[in-house]
C-alpha cells in the first residue's frame, strides 16, 4: 500500500477528501479529509482513521463516541483526489448526533 499511498499523497502534509457511505443503506454520512498516515491506518486496521484539521491530529472514528465505523471497501476517483469508503456504522456519523452530517436541506432554486 505504501505505493499507491505515494501516488496519492505528494506530501505527508497533503489531505484529501473521505467520503463516508453506510454499506449497507448506501446512505452518505459525512466527509471527512484524510492524510497519508490516516490512509495507512485504515487500511491496516480497518477502522475509518481521519485527520482533523481543527484538532491538528489523527482521529479514529468513535474512539471517544463509541460511533465507530468498519471500513468494508475505499475507492479512490478518478482524478486520485478523492476516496469513498463504505463502513459499517455503529451509531450516529455525525458529531451532532444525526445519523448522517447531511441533515440540514435546501431546496435548489430557493434564493440565497
Known amino acids: 500500500m505504501e505505493s499507491l499511498a505515494d501516488n496519492i499523497f505528494g506530501s505527508s502534509s497533503q489531505l484529501i477528501a473521505a467520503i463516508v457511505q453506510d454499506a449497507t443503506t448506501e446512505q452518505v454520512l459525512m466527509l471527512a479529509w484524510m492524510n497519508r498516515e490516516a490512509f495507512l491506518l485504515t487500511i491496516e486496521t480497518k477502522k475509518a482513521t481521519y485527520w482533523s484539521r481543527s484538532r491538528n491530529e489523527i482521529w479514529v472514528k468513535g474512539a471517544t463516541s463509541g460511533h465507530?465505523?468498519?471500513?468494508?471497501?475505499?475507492?479512490?476517483?478518478?482524478?486520485?483526489?478523492?476516496?469513498?469508503?463504505?463502513?459499517?456504522?455503529?451509531?450516529?456519523a455525525c458529531h451532532t448526533g444525526a445519523i448522517t452530517c447531511f441533515h440540514r436541506p435546501i431546496t435548489v432554486g430557493d434564493a440565497l
Open 68 to 92: 465507530t465505523q468498519e471500513v468494508v471497501s475505499m475507492a479512490l476517483d478518478c482524478d486520485g483526489d478523492a476516496l469513498l469508503l463504505r463502513v459499517n456504522q455503529t451509531g450516529a
